[in-house]
């Protein structure tokens, strides 16, 4: 009997997955927007945009969590820069 799921359908592990991605990319942009030079604002979301853009085509797993370490990391960077030039 042939599955009724498109080809397409994630299983768990590629759901959680896609998840932390997509929790990470807002999470970046939800820092950005504290950012207060706005030229300094637009090159980091181009930058951000252009970095998921160019790994989107990533499925294996160690690659993508590898790839999420180092958005996590460079978020904290962030989030400490802007406490930083708060202070």
């Known amino acids: 009997m042939?599955?009724?799921?498109?080809?397409?359908?994630?299983n768990l592990k590629q759901f959680l997955l896609r998840q932390e991605v997509l929790k990470l990319y807002r999470d970046i942009f939800r820092t950005i927007r504290k950012v207060s030079?706005?030229?300094?604002?637009?090159?980091?979301?181009?930058?951000?945009?252009?970095?998921?853009?160019?790994?989107?085509?990533?499925?294996?797993?160690?690659?993508?969590?590898?790839?999420?370490?180092?958005?996590?990391?460079?978020l904290k960077d962030l989030q400490k820069s802007l406490a930083l030039s708060d202070s």
């Open 2 to 10: 042939a599955s009724k799921l498109p080809k397409a359908t994630l």
């Open 37 to 74: 030079d706005e030229n300094t604002r637009l090159e980091l979301k181009e930058w951000a945009r252009s970095d998921f853009k160019n790994n989107k085509h990533h499925n294996d797993e160690t690659t993508i969590k590898s790839m999420l370490y180092y958005g996590r990391k460079s």
